[in-house]
């Protein structure tokens, strides 16, 4: 019995920071690709949310880091972006 009480409370802890916000955002890709090419050296995103109070936002990806809602890229890779409520701190995380 000793040993089950550890595990359900590690249980809980990654159960209760793996919720959801009650909010969501989404990223608009203005340029209409995800391909960077001779022809399009950049692809431009932009974030927007559904959220009442003051999100903000944070990219990253190669070489590259960016508090605005809307970037500019110009290098393939892997990039994420973490929206994140100023009032309650509740952040959400999209990869592409």
Do not use: R
């Not at 040993?3 to 590690?10: A, D, E, T, V």
């Not at 809980?12 to 340029?31: G, L, R, V």
């Not at 690709?33 to 001779?38: A, D, P, R, S, V």
């Amino acid at each position: 019995m000793k040993k089950l009480i550890p595990i359900c409370f590690l249980f809980f802890i990654a159960s209760k920071s793996t919720a959801q916000c009650p909010w969501t955002f989404n990223i608009t890709n203005i340029t209409g690709t995800y391909t960077i090419t001779c022809t399009n050296p950049t692809i431009n995103l932009s974030a927007s949310h559904n959220n009442t109070n003051t999100v903000n936002y944070f990219w990253s990806g190669p070489s590259f880091t960016s508090a605005a809602a809307s970037v500019i890229i110009s290098q393939g890779g892997n990039y994420s972006v973490v929206a994140t409520d100023a009032v309650t701190s509740c952040s959400l995380l999209q990869t592409f």
